[in-house]
């Protein structure tokens, strides 16, 4: 049994070799490759009505302008995913439940926004700061109170992620090590216990893709700010 609850989220090395970059560079390998036939496999059919049906739902709201961004939206999408659900299998390792991943994606692109409104239509993206017919007398205040909810935009995308994934491993885990200890004095209480760790285990499936999910439409809202 491990010594921590928290070692799952260590960062794996081997020989003193970090590896976390082949866990970032392995899902790759494992999405199917479109061949050069006319005619498609089931599973890069079901690839690409998904990637399709997702790019349209997210960039339903942007201008045309936003949608130079769709390649970058459902890369992210689908990698996020494969991630998140790869790290629900045993003996294996989640980047995103590291909170420096999360940020290292949430701040470069949020900033990219920030930057595109800024340079395409200024006036707007500082209008931001400031709502329409507020009192001159809370000016100051607002304007502060908007330039920290700005800010916080990219910490909350990376912590929100990063709290979601850590949590559901730390519960599936909890309730998996009761199971074990149960199993031996109560099995009627262990066999509820892993039904209940079984639920569980598709709630965080679940999960998974809808955090992933989460952090691509909030980077779209963000983006249909400024564009």
Known sequence: MMTSFFDQFASPSFLGIPLIAIAIALPWILFPTPPSRWLNNR???LQTWFINRFTNQLLMPLNVGGHKWALLFASLMVFLITINMLGLLPYTFTPTTQLSLNMGFAVPLWL???IIGMRNQPTVALGHLLPEGTPVPLIPVLI????????IRPLALGVRLTANLTAGHLLIQL???????LLPMMPTVAILTA???FLLTLLEVAVAMIQAYVFVLLLSLYLQENV
Request: overall charge negative.
């Open 195 to 197: 039904t209940v760790l």
């Open 175 to 181: 309730i998996a090590t009761a199971v074990f200890v």
């Open 43 to 45: 599973l890069i059919t």
């Open 112 to 114: 990219a926004t920030v």
């Open 144 to 151: 502060i109170i908007e330039t920290i909810s700005l800010f």
